[in-house]
């Protein structure tokens, strides 16, 4: 593969640095799934795998905070009732939004799905840029130490796999989760699940868009 080339040549010739742009650049268009981990864990075999670890780490946090800039742009446009929604959402959110930023970031998850989102409710920068940076961090160097001590079994986890398909799965995913975030009315549904209890809501949600639904249809 030409890029595969590519990429080792640019490791080989510029070591640590070049791994750190490397996962900058992988990182830094949205739902473009350059599979920047490949070439890391073919040549982690012959550099130190803890600054080559961080290196990707730091570049591939860098490039993937210009995804949460995209959703905390788009932000600009809501109004002022949907943006006091959203402030709701993220209190509700609590530990479960760093969890789902690092789960995201520390595996080779479509984690555009969760950055997009998280900047249009504006997410706290410093909480969302420290999940990131950790799993990342643990990302990179799970790679760096599996290609240098052999463990190819890891490199079936960062395959190529078809890449307009995850770039067609990742933007159905992103619509879908930002739709539904500006779909719903947050501080009623924080105020109901205190109340009722979050299985109450799912069925009170259900019911409000099955009168819809019906509505439309008369």
Same mark, same amino acid.
Not at 6 to 15: D, R, W
Not at 55 to 81: D, I, Q
Not at 133 to 157: D, M, Q, T
């Given at each position: 593969?030409?890029w595969?080339? *590519?990429?080792?040549?640019?490791? &080989? ?5 070049g791994a *750190?742009?490397t996962a ?7 739902f473009?799934?350059?599979?920047f ?7 982690s075999?012959?550099?130190d ?20 800039a995209?959703?905390?742009g788009?932000a600009?446009?809501l109004? &002022? /009732?949907k943006?006091?929604?959203? /402030?709701c ?14 789960? *995201?970031?520390?595996f080779?998850?479509p984690?555009d ?6 900047g249009?409710v504006?997410?706290? *920068?410093r ?9 990342k ?14 463990? &190819?079994?890891v490199?079936g986890?960062?395959?190529?796999g078809?890449?307009l ?23 009623e ?5 205190q ?16 009168r819809? /639904? ?5």
């Amino acid at each position: 593969m030409d890029w595969l080339n *590519f990429l080792i040549q640019a490791l &080989e010739s510029y070591g640590y640095a070049g791994a *750190f742009f490397t996962a900058l650049i992988g990182n830094t268009v949205p739902f473009l799934p350059v599979p920047f981990l490949i070439p890391i864990f073919l040549i982690s075999g012959v550099m130190d795998p803890l600054p080559l670890g961080v290196a990707v780490g730091v570049g591939a946090t860098l490039g993937k905070c210009v995804a949460y800039a995209v959703g905390r742009g788009g932000a600009a446009f809501l109004g &002022e /009732k949907k943006k006091e929604e959203l /402030k709701c959402f993220t209190r509700a959110l609590g530990r479960y939004g760093d969890l789902a930023i690092f789960i *995201f970031s520390a595996f080779p998850l479509p984690d555009d799905v969760i950055a997009i989102p998280f900047g249009l409710v504006r997410y706290s *920068f410093r909480r969302f840029f420290v999940m990131l940076l950790a799993g990342k961090l643990f990302l990179g160097l799970l790679v760096a130490y599996a290609g240098h001590y052999s463990f &190819e079994i890891v490199i079936g986890l960062l395959g190529e796999g078809n890449m307009l398909l995850g770039i067609v799965s990742s933007l159905v995913l992103v619509v879908t989760l930002t739709a539904v975030i500006l779909k719903i009315n947050w501080i009623e549904a924080v105020e109901y699940t205190q109340t009722h209890g979050l299985p109450a809501y799912v069925r009170h949600l259900m019911r409000g868009l099955s009168r819809s /639904k019906d509505k439309t249809q008369h």
